[in-house]
Every structure is written in structure tokens, then in C-alpha cells.
T-cell receptor, first 113, second 113 residues
Framework: SQKIEQNSEALNIQEGKTATLTCNYT??????LQWYRQDPGRGPVFLLL?????KEKRKERLKVTFDTTLKQSLFHITASQPADSATYLC????????????FGKGTTLSVSS | DVKVTQSSRYLVKRTGEKVFLECVQD?????MFWYRQDPGLGLRLIYF???????EKGDIPEGYSVSREKKERFSLILESASTNQTSMYLC????????????FGSGTQLSVL
């Protein structure tokens, strides 16, 4: 069956450390993979997009990797801050879903000072 | 700034009522989507539309219908609301397919009593 899994429901880290979130998928062939941030009671907000032929993408303190052999994406936040506390969602952009994105359930990150 | 506006932030309805959730985008996007989000289940696609008067079922269309009479407006209709439709409903839009991010509204928290 087709699945997209974000391995941790919750991740707790200390301020200043690097947070690493994982997104795995099975039986999909995504052309792109996207990451979103969602704060409580709000809609998700786009962060980064990576193509299937890109290994890595960076934006300020954020880094995303995409390994189509392992069928996995890693999302890193370096020098994390309490303001980074939120739920992070990965989403697949695949022909199988038409124009829609398929979302993982999300990982809730808590950064303590 | 780009905007996806959902008509209600909170809504309380009774079982059996017909419920309309409205969504408007100001970006001239072809594609619009309705997701619902429940704890532990993540974002699930209900319906989407890739053009005016066009619609496609998502993963959980049962009990819902949609209407897109104008490009900027996408309505979700609960024909006869039930308690298991209590959820956060999120509308989103995107310009095209692949390589385009989703823009989300702030969501409607619907409670069916």
C-alpha cells in the first residue's frame, strides 16, 4: 500500500541544537517533496521544496535532503530556537495524486530554552 | 500579499444540518483543495478542483460535495452533517502542478453536535 510516514510524532530538543525530522514514503514516485510548518490553530505555511534530482536544498537555517533510493527526506533546523517550535509536515508531489499534495501526519517539534 | 480566506474561523452546527464552508483565493490559481485535519490522522484530501466547474474526489469524499462556479471560490458542502465530521477544515490553492507550493487558509474548526 502507499504510505508516507514521519517517523516521530514529537521531538524535543534544546535551544541551539540541530533538529532532524524524517519523512519516509513507500509506493510513491514523487517528482517533488515539500515541507510545511504549522502553528496551532493555523493553516500550514510552505517552507522548502526539493526536486527528485536534487540531493540537498538550503534556506537560512533550514536544510532538506531527498534520497529517492532510500525513499526518504530529512529536514534539518540548525541552531534551533524556541520560535521554531511547531508541527512540521512533509508532502509529496506525485503524478499519482494529480494536482494535490499528499501529506504526512507531521512531527511536532518543541525547542526548550 | 497572497491570500486564501475561509469564511468562518469557528462553526457549530447540529446533526443533520446542511453546512457550507466557503473559501476564496485572490491569486488567480487554477487549483483549489479541501483537506480535513484530525489529531493522529494528519491532513486528508476531501476534494479538489483544477478548473471552474471541474472537481475530483480525494481520499475521503463521502458525505461531502463541492462547488466551483467561479475561479476564485471553492465551496465545501456537508449535505447532512454528522458528529464524525467534527474537524478542522483547511482550504488551499496552488497555481499549477508540481514545483508550486500550496497556500492555505487559516482553517475552519467545525463542531457538529
Amino acid at each position: 500500500s502507499q504510505k508516507i510516514e514521519q517517523n516521530s510524532e514529537a521531538l524535543n530538543i534544546q535551544e541551539g541544537k540541530t533538529a532532524t525530522l524524517t519523512c519516509n514514503y513507500t509506493n510513491y514516485s514523487p517528482a517533488y517533496l515539500q515541507w510545511y510548518r504549522q502553528d496551532p490553530g493555523r493553516g500550514p505555511v510552505f517552507l522548502l521544496l526539493i526536486r527528485e534530482n536534487e540531493k540537498e536544498k538550503r534556506k537560512e537555517r533550514l536544510k532538506v535532503t531527498f534520497d529517492t533510493t532510500l525513499k526518504q527526506s530529512l529536514f534539518h533546523i540548525t541552531a534551533s530556537q524556541p520560535a521554531d517550535s511547531a508541527t512540521y509536515l512533509c508532502a509529496l508531489d506525485t503524478v499519482q495524486a494529480g494536482t494535490a499534495l499528499i501529506f504526512g501526519k507531521g512531527t511536532t517539534l518543541s525547542v526548550s530554552s | 500579499d497572497v491570500k486564501v480566506t475561509q469564511s468562518s474561523r469557528y462553526l457549530v452546527k447540529r446533526t443533520g444540518e446542511k453546512v457550507f464552508l466557503e473559501c476564496v483565493q485572490d491569486m488567480d490559481h487554477e487549483n483549489m483543495f479541501w483537506y480535513r485535519q484530525d489529531p493522529g490522522l494528519g491532513l486528508r484530501l476531501i476534494y479538489f478542483s483544477y478548473d471552474v466547474k471541474m472537481k475530483e474526489k480525494g481520499d475521503i469524499p463521502e458525505g461531502y460535495s463541492v462547488s466551483r462556479e467561479k475561479k476564485e471560490r471553492f465551496s465545501l458542502i456537508l449535505e447532512s452533517a454528522s458528529t464524525n465530521q467534527t474537524s478542522m477544515y483547511l482550504c488551499a490553492s496552488r497555481a499549477g502542478t508540481f514545483n508550486e507550493k500550496l497556500f492555505f487558509g487559516s482553517g475552519t474548526q467545525l463542531s457538529v453536535l
